[in-house]
């Protein structure tokens, strides 16, 4: 689960890191308010942030023509107009797609004076089956380009679970920022509070870029979380009622949402062949198979290892809302899953739905003789597959891909 950068940097802050001052609001007045309070508070320059669940905001354009996501301020009349011509309307980014995102949330921030832009973050290394935390000099900028152009600037550390990020880590990192010795501490105590904020929060990802050398008002130098990416273990979730307050629904698919509600893992993609599979390592294989015969998969879709009738009748009606299939695989292979509820979920799902569409699938495993007996005596007009690769070769046939 993904969360809003006003909301990322409020769980940041319980653990003790330094974020800019600021507040998120939904109308343009009170963006107003909001700046006016930081301006009385010693602001020189505050900034308007859309949030959105997607990055490259800054270099955004909105579909009514208005040219950034993220804007600088010098007054809170000047915050007023920004928020007025991005509330409301639609933010597209290089990470939205073309159909973009509707911005209902501002962060209206102070602005702080920044020396340098550095880059942090915490996510687990799944090889190593440790959390590693990534520090660069590198920051403002995606990581990966970082990667590609100047690998040796991105600085790793590995922390044992066991016993946690230990001090002598969390200022090695620091200083692996080259930072100034003052700022060392201050650096190895904000490290420290990204890495507990990854830990107690059950997070995928805690990404702080940039990560900035700020000035205050005094002129004394500062380490602060300018912006900030936290991504969520939907898997503990349950543990976490605050953070499960958090989810803006608006911001996922509507069909995605609708088959979270029935445990069923379902991503759309863009192709017109949908898939409907029990398991992601076999899910990932069919929609292979699907592109190696020719066709586009239309969605990623893994009912589990003990799907029920009813979930497997949801699959299908969530499939259904999907305009731009115009055939179905399913492909099952029994281990936990018992072939002949995938296949009475199937017939009931169809003579509910009247799919008219081509319907191939493919049965092996657990039960599979009583699975395909059902199917036999249902009367449905479907393709059956004798194997995975027979199987989408006759579905990409069927659509004519």
Not at 36 to 53: E, F, M, N, S
Not at 263 to 288: F, Q, R
Not at 332 to 340: A, S, V
Request: charged letters at 20%.
């Amino acid at each position: 689960m993904n969360i809003h950068e006003y909301q990322a940097k409020q769980l940041l802050t319980q653990y003790g890191v330094a974020v800019p001052a600021g507040q998120s609001c939904d109308a343009p007045e009170a963006a107003k308010d909001i700046a006016q309070k930081l301006y009385q508070d010693g602001a020189k320059l505050t900034v308007v942030k859309a949030q959105i669940h997607a990055g490259g905001r800054g270099k955004g354009t909105f579909k009514n023509g208005f040219k950034g996501g993220v804007k600088l301020c010098k007054t809170a009349d000047e915050v007023l107009e920004n928020a007025k011509a991005m509330l409301g309307n639609v933010l597209v980014t290089k990470q939205t797609g073309p159909d973009g995102r509707l911005v209902s949330k501002l962060l209206v921030a102070l602005a702080p004076q920044i020396q340098k832009e550095l880059y942090l973050a915490v996510l687990l290394d799944r090889a190593a089956s440790r959390p590693i935390i990534m520090v660069s000099t590198e920051g403002g900028v995606d990581i990966e380009e970082v990667a590609a152009r100047t690998p040796e600037k991105i600085v790793k550390e590995w922390v044992d679970p066991a016993v946690g990020l230990m001090p002598f880590q969390a200022r090695k990192l620091a200083r692996a920022l080259e930072l100034k010795e003052g700022l060392i501490g201050q650096a190895a105590k904000l490290i420290s509070g990204v890495y507990k904020t990854w830990w107690e929060c059950d997070a995928s990802l805690v990404e702080i870029n940039p990560l900035c050398i700020i000035t205050d008002a005094q002129g004394k130098p500062g380490i602060s979380a300018v912006d900030a990416k936290i991504s969520l273990d939907d898997n503990a979730l349950y543990r976490h009622a605050n953070i499960q307050a958090m989810r803006d629904l608006a911001e996922e698919a509507p069909l995605e949402t609708e088959a979270s509600e029935h445990n069923l893992n379902y991503i759309k993609l863009d192709g017109n062949i949908a898939c409907l599979v029990n398991g992601a390592g076999l899910a990932m294989a069919t929609m292979d198979i699907i592109r190696h015969y020719g066709g586009m998969p239309a969605n990623f879709l893994d009912v589990g290892g003990g799907a029920s009738t009813e979930q497997v009748t949801a699959a299908f009606k969530i499939i259904m809302k999907d305009l731009n299939v115009k055939g179905i695989l399913v492909n099952i292979f029994g281990g936990i899953m018992d072939c002949n509820i995938i296949a009475t979920g199937i017939v009931a799902a169809v003579k509910q739905t009247g799919l008219k569409l081509p319907l191939v699938v493919r049965l092996e495993g657990n039960n599979v003789s009583a699975g395909k007996r059902t199917l036999a005596d249902s009367g449905l007009t479907l393709i059956t597959g004798d194997s995975m690769a027979d199987a989408a070769q006759k579905v990409v046939g069927a659509v004519g891909n």
